[in-house]
């Protein structure tokens, strides 16, 4: 095989920047050797195609690699122990001074760089995880929320709670639903369905050996109605099949969309900036 094909061969297998980076050292008319050496050098002097390994990061204080040094737990101890310091030897100051001293080895500024990085990789990953409790998690930077609203007088707060009430199309006339997170079942009373469509009792579909309960009392179910929910928008419209159990003691002037299909549908309810919901 002579040189050119060789060298083009090589080429081939280096790609991208080292690519680039030999033909803008070598002519055409160089030799194989040429090639390996020009690459070698791109290669050492570059460092292309090298990664760094990143240094496992630990906490300074107890040598664990599951947190770091302003989270450590021993740090609060060794806090509380220097108070009295009347009660602690020489030999027990030197060991709390060697606890607190960050390594030689590592340059200042660049070991808080590192912790900072580590501390929010850290924290995304812990909020991906189930929050649970246990000895070793500790609370620490607790802020208090953000509100959004005007909050009200002393002993006046359940004033800012609303409903959240909305209009749809329901067998081609105007009702109002309540998204409901709280609530399991889809469920409309007798009356209100008797407004919307007065033929509703031929329409149900039956149910049976179900007990429906609410906060105060029993609700007495008389069947499933099937039936699609339009939520008008301007940008477009959504339809949302339901089924919604018909009860003979419910009283309010609306649906309620239960946490049933709030769940299947992706329906979310905001309350950051106004409240508002969307769907899917």
């Known amino acids: 095989m002579s040189d050119s094909k060789m060298n083009m061969k090589i080429l081939r297998k280096c790609g991208g920047e080292l690519e680039n980076a030999i033909k803008c050292r070598c002519v055409d ?18 460092r292309i195609y090298r990664e760094d390994k990143k240094p496992v990061l630990k906490c300074h ?49 660049d070991y808080s760089i ?12 812990h909020t991906h995880l189930p929050q649970y409790s246990e000895d070793f998690y500790n609370l620490i930077n607790i802020q208090d929320a953000r509100m959004c609203k005007k909050k009200p007088a002393r002993g006046k707060v359940y004033t800012a709670g609303a409903s ?24 409309i009373g007798k009356d209100y369905l008797q ?14 050996g179900v007990q429906f309960t609410s906060a105060s009392n029993n609700m ?17 419209s959504v339809s949302m099949y339901t089924e919604i159990e018909v009860m003979a003691n419910y009283t309010y002037q609306y649906i309620i969309l239960g946490n049933s ?14 409240r508002y919901f969307t769907i899917g």
Do not use: R
């Not at 749809?168 to 997170?181: C, G, Q, R, S, Y």
């Open 29 to 46: 008319l160089c030799s194989t050797e040429d090639y390996s050496n020009a690459m070698e050098d791109i290669i050492t002097s570059t």
């Open 61 to 109: 204080k107890c040598g664990s690699i599951s947190h770091l040094a302003n989270s450590c737990i021993k740090k609060t101890k060794i806090n509380e122990a220097q108070v009295i310091e009347d009660f602690q030897s020489g030999e027990e100051k030197e060991e709390s001074d060697q606890d607190f001293a960050v390594s030689e080895d590592t340059p200042v500024e």
């Open 114 to 125: 590192e912790n900072i990085k580590s501390f929010f990789e850290v924290a995304e990953v």
């Open 164 to 187: 959240c009430i909305t209009s749809v199309l329901m067998n081609e006339v105007e009702a109002k639903v309540n998204l409901d997170t709280g609530e399991f079942c889809t469920c």
């Open 195 to 208: 407004i919307i469509l007065p033929e509703w009792k031929s329409q149900l579909l039956t149910i049976d």
């Open 220 to 236: 007495y179910p008389l069947g499933i109605w099937d039936t699609n929910l339009v939520f008008p928008h301007p940008a477009g």
């Open 261 to 274: 299909y709030l769940n299947i549908d992706g329906v979310d309810i905001n309350n950051h900036k106004g």
